[in-house]
């Protein structure tokens, strides 16, 4: 059920929030001293939406007027998702701490596990001020795009049920609604949005797939090549934990750890438990699984499928704005996960989102989930009209103008591009 939002007492209570968390954090020491700080790219889908890479001009020229605006996102930047996201590399630091079997790696590690984790006790998955700024300032941004859109009329918008992104949505009409006081603002989150915005679950037979399907051997072997034991054995005493397969897996639950510290306020990671060469064999291998579990791949296409609800939605809202069904309605807003934006993205073939390749080794070549669905990412469509009343597509990827279909330009007919995103669902189902 739709219902206007009070923003006003919502985005004071999350400030509230976030604020107080802010000395917390800074309580937290890691010792950070004799080391280098590691690329934030290698930070991967933990990585923190980067605006210096956004366009600062439109792709539209004075004589074509918005009057839409599709909007689709990944939450901002949060916290450790949940205890589990850490629960490989807990469980073996403390029985080897029982059996008195860690070095002083080891035992710097875990204090270092302990100290971020109960700083995130009880803010597991939310917004952090990190993700907070970002919607602030991209809700700000847009309006400072569409002026004329949002003096008023009306915005829709759907999220997940997950406090994160329902937060995401919120903090960014908000921003959008600051100096636009006329703009009416409707938001739904909930289950019910789940076969359009959780399609990763909703559609068994994907959920299936990404449970354990054909890509879990060759992400095994991906991993076997690329990421090194050696991180993992360093926090051991030698003789304890042989099995070299599974300190790849905790090497990569290390990593699960540290690539986050950006999107929690925290320092970026550095040298101190890892090299920069085992650091990016880390993020070549989360990139790698990313790309298998959440794209349209070779092995499997039900990442299209599963998505193809959420792509109809978005062009059936378009084509309904377009023919003025309801002239208030100024932009529709779709807030989920990355999960929710890879497959979509993937089906639309939208650039650098797409890859079909057997030749794993050269996949970061074209695809990289930092520049896909880093936090906060999203997808605008602006509608635009022409003086003789055609209409236009402008899309941007990422605070970036991308030409959404091959050969094309940054602005393109409206109708091209239904017809083309149309063409590739309907390859799908024959």
Known sequence: MKKRINFIKTALLGLVMVSASVPAMCEIRVRYTRHEPLPDIYSGSMMPYDFSRCDSTVAWVDSLKPFYLSYTARHGARFLSSPKKIELISKALHEAEAKDKLTADGKSFLDMMRKISSNTDGRWGLLSPVGVGEEERLGSDMARMLPELFRNGKMESKSTYVPRVVMTMYQFMHALEIPNKHLELFAASGHQNDSLLRCFVADTAYARYREDGAWVEVYEDFLKRHVSDAPARRLFVRGYEEDRQHLRHLTMSMYGLLQANLASGLPAPTTEYMSEDEYQGCWLASNMLHYLRNN??????????????????????????????????????????????????????????????????????????????????????????????????????????????????????????????????????N
């Open 296 to 429: 349209i791949n070779t092995i499997n296409d039900l990442a299209g499928e599963a998505s193809s609800p959420l792509l109809e939605r978005i062009i059936a809202d378009i084509d309904a704005a377009v023919a003025g069904n309801d002239d208030d309605v100024r932009a529709h807003g779709y807030f989920g996960h990355a999960e929710t934006l890879l497959p979509l993205f993937s089906l639309m073939r939208l650039p650098g989102c797409y890859a079909m390749t057997d030749d794993y080794e050269s996949l970061p070549d074209t695809w990289q989930i930092q520049r896909i669905t880093p936090l906060a990412a999203n997808l605008a469509i602006i509608l635009l009209r022409g003086e003789s009343g055609d209409v236009y597509a402008s899309v941007r990827l990422n605070g970036r103008n991308i030409s959404p279909m091959p050969g094309k330009g940054e602005v393109v007919r409206w109708k091209d591009l239904k017809d083309y995103w149309m063409s590739l669902m309907n390859e799908l189902n």
